[in-house]
């Protein structure tokens, strides 16, 4: 599966637009861009995933480049509870091999008041 | 419907000492997985089912065996813990096939002394 490349931590204002960029230069295209997110010491949650088009569902909306190298996730109106660490994951789909997502450190989410 | 579950919530052990971490999900999910997650860390796959009574290993799995002998629960091990297991363990669950989201319990942390 490719790498990813996120910044480290990132500020919003509440009310705001979040927008999280991912990295991934080296994927490939069968794979797909997952976004999870882990608000502290919980479990990490599904957000939104895509192959090329761009995605939305009731949390976010997730835009991946024509090219398919990078995505940002967007969080259209962030609230305080949006705070949390946000992981941008690239996998294979259509495939059973391995089932494994490797998460890296992710994007430190900070929504300010 | 409880989702993923985990037992024990917290647990401190001494170097040496063996213990059992229960997974359970309500979901009928073919897959199940065990995370780690040491601090300021991602999740690092340590073992991995993908049904019934079979196991996989993941990215970390030195000192941990795992048991599927039941499809709605997962087993992990340690043997004998070292302080090095010190980290909080994360169970995810997933139908099964290519496209879908994991779901994730609570998270055991476990403390090795």
């Known amino acids: 599966d490719a790498k990813t490349t996120q910044p480290p931590s990132m500020d919003c204002a509440e009310g705001r637009a979040a927008n999280l960029p991912c990295n991934h230069s080296t994927i490939s295209g069968n794979e797909y861009v997952y976004w999870y997110r882990q608000i502290h010491s919980q479990g990490p949650q599904y957000i939104i995933h895509g192959l090329k088009n761009n995605e939305t569902n009731e949390m976010a909306s997730l835009i991946i480049t024509e090219d398919r190298k990078s995505s940002t996730l967007i969080l259209p109106h962030a609230t305080l509870r949006d705070t949390a660490v946000y992981y941008c994951i690239v996998r294979e789909g259509a495939t059973n091999t391995g089932n494994q997502f490797y998460f890296g450190t992710g994007t430190s989410l900070t929504v300010i008041p | 419907n409880a989702g993923v579950t985990q037992t024990p919530k917290f647990r401190v052990l001494k170097t040496g000492q063996s213990m059992t971490l229960l997974c359970a999900q309500d979901m009928n999910h073919e897959y199940m997985y065990w995370y780690r997650q040491d601090p300021g860390m991602g999740l690092r796959l340590i073992h991995y089912s993908v049904g019934e009574g079979t196991t996989a290993k993941g990215e970390v799995p030195d000192g941990y065996n795992v048991s599927r002998l039941k499809k709605q629960n997962f087993l992990l091990g340690l043997e004998s813990a070292a302080p090095s297991q010190t980290s909080v363990y994360f169970c995810?669950?997933?139908?099964?096939?290519?496209?879908?989201?994991?779901?994730f319990g609570p998270g055991t942390r476990l403390t090795v002394l």
């Open positions: 995810a669950s997933r139908i099964g096939g290519a496209y879908n989201e994991q779901f």
